[in-house]
């Protein structure tokens, strides 16, 4: 077999902790997204870099500061002990929550583009349709929004599975737990098993490929400009 059975693990908790980023990502990026696509307040400006900030800063010193947060002596580190959660880093949870924070702008950003080409008419015009701005939102901008946010989820998605850095910060290498394709490639180089290294980074090379393709021959039959 290609693949070891702790590579087969890996990818399932990477597709497993992708998959639940997007979804978490698509709910809390989408109205981030609208805000700033509408929005004229002199915060809009802060607002937008702190989302785009995982994009400049270095992966370590975001997983530094979300494991400062996250520990016993953190703010989210005390509110979850108080709950009776227990302590966030080195669980899949803890993982999620750091890739929520580590892919937002690839969410928010490709969605706020598409908010700003729908415009203002016709959110207008279902305004005088007596559409309630909720209706307006799910009947007008959603569907024309749409390539939107295909792109925003196939991005986020990618990113998700890719990621390294924070993951190795906040996740550790815990197999079962927050040992993802990343690490599991990186251990391998570690052991010098370069072959093994070389299958499993093939297959993910060949997933980014696909899906890359997938969103750019999907876009121009939607007529995204």
């Not at 607002?47 to 370590?60: C, D, E, I, T």
């Not at 947060?69 to 966030?88: E, I, K, Y």
């Not at 990618?158 to 815990?174: K, P, Q, S, Y």
Request: aromatic content about 12%.
């Amino acid at each position: 077999m290609l693949l070891t059975e702790s590579d087969l693990q890996a990818i399932w908790l990477t597709l497993r902790l992708a998959s639940i980023v997007t979804i978490i990502l698509l709910i809390i990026g989408t109205p981030i997204a609208w805000w700033l696509a509408r929005s004229k307040k002199w915060w809009k400006g802060p607002v937008a870099a702190v989302v785009a900030l995982p994009l400049v800063l270095p992966p370590s010193v975001l997983g530094f500061y979300l494991l400062l947060a996250m520990g016993p002596q953190g703010p989210v580190g005390q509110l979850t002990q108080t709950l009776g959660l227990g302590l966030l880093p080195f669980t899949f949870w803890g993982l999620v929550i750091a890739s929520v924070f580590y892919s937002l702008p690839f969410m928010v950003q490709p969605l706020q583009t598409a908010f700003e080409a729908v415009g203002e008419r016709p959110m207008e015009v279902a305004a005088t349709l007596r559409a309630s701005p909720l209706d307006a939102f799910f009947t007008v901008a959603v569907p024309l929004s749409l390539p939107g946010f295909m792109t925003a989820g196939i991005l986020t998605f990618a990113h998700a599975v890719g990621e390294f850095g924070v993951v190795l910060m906040i996740g550790g290498n815990i197999p079962g737990v927050s040992r993802v394709v990343s690490v599991q490639i990186y251990d391998h180089v570690e052991a010098m098993d370069y072959l093994q290294a070389h299958r499993l980074s093939a297959v993910m090379l060949a997933f980014s490929f696909f899906v890359l393709l997938a969103m750019y021959l999907w876009r121009p039959s939607r007529g995204v400009k």
